[in-house]
């Protein structure tokens, strides 16, 4: 490699953690912000005067606020699953409920009547809303099915079944037998591919390996394929590695290859987890790599490329990493940041289906998206 493209690596790889720096120093002042302003509604719109009072819930919200930082210094000596919980379900609640107290904090500096009327069927709501956040999010992926079209489908592709799974965030908060059932499920549909897309597994991971392992039990006639997400670059990508050895699941590593005549997969890293190698590889090169006559699917995490894809005659892409926004107002935002947020997309004679995932990051909740399992068929148009 000569010393420019070295050079160039080093920049791009130090760009790359300056703009993690500063997105996390931006989600912390938000967090950190979006905490103080409900201490300060409660205490104001509901005219607490009481100094112990409002010690009291100072302490509360201050502890529950640090409580996913303290999660997460201890993770990977300790695990204490019911501060696993709770720190992800207070995170959870300050992002649905901020826009709520946002607008009772208005609503008091306009002084309109009846306001702690008003404020508490407002949080009445959020409350409601919180819990039927959290059941949604709590329950098993339902399956998704899609049949694509295709004119020129190889005969032998006709019928053919691929299962898309993404982010299960294993290590995360699960009930016991998630992944047990989740596996119960892929095999009652009985793919002749299993295709995964990334955030396989979450901080904790180490801890809960036997849940991994149950994905060894997946069935499938061409096998289990895997490109990595951005969560296998901060769970640790050389334990990522290990459990996918063992697992027999297969990773695609900025390569294109062969599954069954006429059918190739091309798989790119995320660009989180290409920090780890001093390398700079393109969609184009991989594409080099592929014969011209094959029906290609792009496996790449984030719901990005599309458009290139299309121009290289790729027939299919899928991805994960937005979970459809998985929360209200996350939702809104994803849907601002990327251009085929959630579903099923088609351009020219290509697709992209970009999945919500099978299980949820974070917060085990979700409002307005659903836990999915992927079937598509192709299809050989008439």
């Not at 953690?17 to 409900?38: C, D, E, P, Q, R």
């Not at 709770?86 to 009846?114: A, D, E, Q, V």
């Not at 053919?160 to 009930?175: C, E, N, P, Q, T």
């Not at 991989?286 to 490329?305: A, G, M, Q, T």
């Amino acid at each position: 490699m000569s010393l420019k493209i070295q050079t160039y690596n080093a920049k791009l790889f130090r760009m790359n953690k300056i703009l993690i720096f500063l997105m996390f120093l931006f989600i912390l002042a938000f967090y950190i912000f979006a905490n103080f302003l409900v201490y300060r509604v409660i205490v104001s719109v509901f005219s607490v005067e009481s100094v112990r009072l409002k010690i009291f819930v100072g302490s509360f919200i201050f502890l529950s606020a640090i409580s996913f930082f303290v999660y997460e210094f201890t993770v990977s000596f300790l695990k204490i699953e019911l501060l696993h919980y709770y720190s992800y379900l207070w995170m959870g609640f300050i992002t649905l409920s901020f826009l709520f107290f946002l607008l009772i904090h208005i609503l008091s500096l306009i002084n309109i009547p009846y306001l702690k009327t008003v404020s508490t069927v407002l949080l009445a709501f959020v409350f409601i809303l919180s819990i039927v956040s959290v059941i949604n999010g709590l329950k098993f992926p339902e399956v998704k099915k899609i049949v694509l079209e295709y004119k020129d489908l190889p005969e032998n592709l006709n019928g053919y079944k691929i299962v898309h799974l993404s982010d299960l965030h294993l290590g995360s908060i699960k009930r016991k037998n998630w992944t047990k059932h989740l596996v119960s499920i892929v095999n009652k549909l009985n793919p002749d591919l299993i295709l995964m897309t990334g955030d396989l597994i979450d901080r904790g991971v180490q801890h809960m390996k036997e849940d991994f392992y149950t994905l060894k039990e997946l069935k499938t006639k061409d096998g289990v394929f895997t490109v990595t997400g951005n969560h296998e670059f901060y769970s640790k990508y050389k334990l990522f590695v290990e459990l996918t050895d063992k697992t027999g699941i297969k990773r695609v590593k900025n390569e294109c290859v062969k599954i069954a005549p006429n059918l190739e997969i091309i798989g790119m890293d995320d660009p989180e987890v290409r920090q780890f190698f001093n390398e700079k590889i393109t969609l184009e090169e991989i594409i080099n790599n592929c014969s011209k006559d094959s029906f290609k699917i792009f496996l790449y995490h984030r719901p990005e490329y599309f458009d290139k894809t299309v121009k290289y005659g790729i027939k299919l892409q899928l991805s994960g990493h937005t979970h459809n926004g998985q929360i209200f107002p996350v939702n809104i935002i994803v849907s601002l940041v990327y251009k085929y947020p959630y579903g099923l997309y088609k351009k020219s004679d290509s697709y992209i289906y970009t999945t919500s995932g099978a299980s949820t990051w974070g917060p085990p909740m979700r409002l307005f998206s659903k836990n999915e399992v992927v079937l598509i068929t192709l299809k050989r148009k008439k």
